[in-house]
């Protein structure tokens, strides 16, 4: 039996702090692996416009590639329609039923988290890994941790974080300024972006 972590998002880009955290995870909860999925489409990200599910996934491919505890799959890509996360936990321990899954995020979902499509489902599914950032309220979210867990039941976990000042947003709005962003991508990545000329004005 694994143990194996799921990390989900758009990955608009991915970045070295989804990296770390996949690996931080890793560590604290002993995974065997830890899986980045990309979402199709997210039905929280209609504001704004994001790159075609392909290319986020080849950018995830890319940043994942050579490191052996660290896995990509199109699961949401292909699913088509809005993506939401009790779907993909769902169907991955239908595929799988003799792992453990452990859902990654970060720990200030936690307070939307009653707010997503059937989030009963979800932590009937998977052990949720909620990864709190130095500086974070921990009395705050130990607080709605245990509301989490009266309202649906399941398991949830609060892992911490160092803080990183790094975000999909701020490297867009700096590769769209013509800014240097080496170091806070993968070079593999990086490269990706600049031969396809994504993000920029």
């Known amino acids: ?3 194996i ?9 991915i970045h070295v702090g989804h990296l770390m955290l996949a690996e931080w995870a890793a560590d604290a909860a002993d995974l065997d692996q830890v899986w980045f999925i990309p979402t199709g489409r997210s039905y929280m990200k209609n504001d704004r416009e994001i790159l075609p599910g392909r290319e986020r996934l080849r950018m995830t491919e890319l940043a994942v590639a050579g490191n052996s505890r660290l896995k990509c ?3 949401e890509i ?17 595929q ?11 720990a200030d979902c936690l307070l939307t988290m009653e707010n997503w499509k059937c989030p009963e489902r979800l932590l009937a599914s998977c052990t949720v890994l909620a990864a709190m950032r130095d500086g974070a309220s921990r009395e705050q979210l130990e607080e709605k ?16 974080f160092p803080q990183l000042d ?24 990086r490269t990706y972006i600049e031969e396809k000329g994504f993000y920029r004005e």
Do not use: N, W
């Not at 972590?5 to 880009?13: A, K, R, S």
């Not at 292909?78 to 239908?94: D, H, I, N, P, V």
């Open 166 to 189: 790094i975000s999909s947003t701020g490297i867009r709005e700096m590769l769209r300024k013509g800014a240097s962003v080496r170091y806070m991508i993968p070079d593999s990545v």
């Open 96 to 106: 799988y039923p003799s792992d453990t899954f452990y859902f990654i995020e970060g």
């Open 78 to 94: 292909e699913r088509g329609g809005y993506t939401y996360s009790y779907e993909t936990m769902e169907q991955l321990k239908a």
């Open 1 to 3: 039996m694994r143990k």
């Open 73 to 75: 799959l199109d699961l």
């Open 5 to 13: 972590g799921v990390m989900g998002g758009t990955f608009d880009p």
């Open 145 to 160: 941790r245990a509301e989490l867990l009266e309202k649906f039941g399941g398991d949830i976990r609060l892992i911490s």
